[in-house]
T-cell receptor, first 117, second 111 residues
Framework: DTGVSQDPRHKITKRGQNVTFRCDPI?????LYWYRQTLGQGPEFLTY????????KSRLLSDRFSAERPKGSFSTLEIQRTEQGDSAMYLC???????????????FGPGTRLTVT | SQQGEEDPQALSIQEGENATMNCSYK?????LQWYRQNSGRGLVHLIL?????REKHSGRLRVTLDTSKKSSSLLITASRAADTASYFC???????????FGPGTRLSVLP
């Protein structure tokens, strides 16, 4: 395995449509994170999984966003009823875990660029 | 609100010069990490410094951490044109789950 992969790399959709993105983490990593990044800004945390459990979700995340990680492997991020403000780069990252609850570095995928017209 | 805030927002230097970027944060951390992002690409991890460490080196990179001032700095020595990128600090909280990234410093290294 060479790294984190994301699919698709680019998505153009019309306002009101639903979109789903996929992330395949590095196989031995048990933590998986989703971020959103807009131009000129740093990644903004959306949600985080440890194995299959979704342990944290940003309060900024509307109910239109949902994420899953069945069986603790790949993850999907779905946006329902997309809005123009959802246009951004969606980044996925994975990491291992230190025994005491700390974190190793995150490995990022190339991102999915979403454009809502 | 974002935990880490990088300074300066943008930095332009000549090849061969050193580049220093700073990061300030607000609450206690488990560790602090620096990442690089080339235009339109994913982030790449550069270096991690734990809260009980004060300085770390990796190749041309030197990171310092001052927990009393809640600040960190990243020094890139003998910069190259290939170092042109955005650099982000990420603070990791006491439970090690939540990474919070700052808005980044955009570094331009001119040949």
């Amino acid at each position: 395995d060479t790294g984190v992969s994301q699919d698709p790399r680019h998505k153009i959709t019309k306002r009101g449509q639903n979109v789903t993105f996929r992330c395949d983490p590095i196989s031995e990593h048990n933590r998986l994170y989703w971020y959103r990044q807009t131009l000129g800004q740093g990644p903004e945390f959306l949600t985080y999984f440890q194995n299959e459990a979704q342990l944290e979700k940003s309060r900024l995340l509307s109910d239109r966003f949902s994420a899953e990680r069945p069986k603790g492997s790949f993850s999907t991020l779905e946006i329902q009823r997309t809005e123009q403000g959802d246009s951004a780069m969606y980044l996925c990252a994975s990491s291992r875990t230190l025994g005491e609850g700390g974190s190793y570095e995150q490995y990022f995928g190339p991102g999915t660029r979403l454009t809502v017209t | 609100s974002q935990q880490g805030e990088e300074d300066p927002q943008a930095l332009s230097i000549q090849e061969g010069e050193n580049a220093t970027m700073n990061c300030s944060y607000k609450t206690s951390i488990n560790n602090l990490q620096w990442y690089r992002q080339n235009s339109g690409r994913g982030l790449v991890h550069l270096i991690l410094i734990r809260s009980n460490e004060r300085e770390k080196h990796s190749g041309r990179l030197r990171v310092t951490l001052d927990t009393s001032k809640k600040s960190s700095s990243l020094l890139i020595t003998a910069s190259r044109a290939a170092d042109t990128a955005s650099y982000f600090c990420a603070t990791v909280n006491g439970y090690g789950q939540n990474f919070v990234f700052g808005p980044g410093t955009r570094l331009s290294v001119l040949p």
